[in-house]
């Protein structure tokens, strides 16, 4: 866990919001709250297991979506570090890859940060909102370049591109 609380300091990214969507990620003081309910119930005890849609033992949270609440992880099993998300409430956790390694992943979102330059995760968009769609592509692709991982970012701008359609924007 040190390495990962090393990185983590080392880029000092805690918060990022992009339209309606954020992440809200761990550092050293609160990384070990980050992981009850998931590895370790609040009474101590562990909940990860070794079954197929158990939380794995190998797996650290390290942040979470500020919309939704779902886990961003790395698999420590894997020493590039990959970071994964999975929809908490489903009765067994299905990862999803998010970037190859928790460098990449934190780097996408320092880019993102960059963009967007939000405090907070909008309702609306507001004037500062990127709705431009091939601006968007272009953000996608830098994404996907980024963190090694199409899927996930494909994704995350669309629903992107939703949230501003349904505003009217």
Same mark, same amino acid.
């Given at each position: 866990?040190?390495?990962? *609380?090393? #990185?983590?300091?080392?880029?000092? %990214?805690?918060?990022? &919001? =992009?339209?309606?969507?954020?992440? !809200? ?34 797996? *650290?949270? #390290?942040?979470?979506?500020?919309? %939704?609440?779902?886990? &961003? =992880?790395?698999?420590?099993?894997? !020493? ?53 769609? !091939? ?35």
């Amino acid at each position: 866990m040190q390495e990962i *609380i090393n #990185i983590l300091k080392a880029r000092g %990214v805690r918060e990022v &919001f =992009f339209g309606s969507n954020g992440f !809200s990620i761990a550092d050293e003081s609160d990384i070990k709250d980050f992981q009850l309910g998931y590895s370790v119930h609040p009474d101590g005890s562990a909940l990860s297991g070794p079954s197929e849609g158990d939380w794995q033992s190998s797996w *650290i949270v #390290i942040g979470t979506d500020t919309e %939704v609440g779902d886990p &961003f =992880f790395v698999d420590t099993s894997d !020493s590039a570090l990959p970071v994964y998300t999975a929809m908490h409430g489903m009765g067994e956790w299905n990862r999803e890859l998010v970037s190859t390694s928790l460098c990449s992943f934190l780097e996408a979102l320092s880019y993102l940060r960059g963009l967007s330059k939000q405090d907070f995760a909008l309702i609306d968009p507001d004037e500062n909102t990127i709705t431009d769609t !091939s601006e968007l592509a272009v953000i996608k692709k830098n994404l996907n370049d980024i963190s090694g991982e199409e899927y996930y970012w494909r994704n995350f701008i669309e629903e992107h591109q939703e949230w501003v359609e349904e505003s009217g924007s």
